[in-house]
């Protein structure tokens, strides 16, 4: 399993270099940006620092603490961006990361090492928290420079009421 776990450890590890690369490099984003819009890279060099802690003490814990802010990134990352495109590449980062946590939970509940578990997610859920609440309400309040940095050419109407009439479906049953 331990070969299996340095396997998965290395496609992070390649997938948070690649995902670097495009956001500092490519798009040329400022380092606070990064970690904001690239979320995916700091959970997961959490896991992989847990991960190789791990790998030399045998100490589980470090690999619990991001399980929680890879599982909120990367796990619902399958589900908020599209499959299609470039986001493939970004939506085989966010299979790499659910892969590696689930590996990580098999190998801990193997050895019933519930208390490095339960500490790991508690210490992820104090650390990762605010993380989480400031990157969401960043990008909840900045949605225009998420589009850009990605390319998205998104043209809102300037009048409202200048768009298309479409045709409206009635809900009564008449």
């Known amino acids: 399993m331990k070969r299996l776990q340095i396997i998965l450890g290395i496609l992070l590890l390649l997938t948070v270099i690649n995902s670097t690369h495009f956001f500092l490099n490519v798009a040329k984003v400022q380092p606070l940006e990064w970690l904001i819009f690239n979320a995916c890279a ?3 060099i959490t896991f992989l620092l847990g991960l190789v802690v791990y790998l030399i003490t045998g100490n589980r814990m470090g690999m619990h603490i991001a399980v929680l802010p890879m599982l909120f990134f990367g796990g619902l990352g399958l589900f908020f961006f599209p499959w299609s495109g470039y986001n493939i590449i970004g939506q085989i980062s966010h299979i790499i990361m659910v892969l590696n946590i689930i590996v990580s939970l098999i190998v801990t509940f193997r050895s019933k090492d519930f208390q490095s578990t339960a500490v790991g997610l508690l210490l992820g859920i104090i650390i990762f928290n605010p993380f ?10 900045h949605p225009d420079r998420m589009l850009e940095i990605l390319g998205i050419n998104f043209t809102p109407v300037a009048n409202p009421d200048s768009a298309p009439n479409l045709p409206q479906k009635s809900l009564s049953h008449d």
Do not use: G, M, N
């Open 42 to 44: 700091p959970s997961s």
């Open 132 to 141: 989480i609440c400031f990157q969401q309400t960043y990008v909840a309040t």
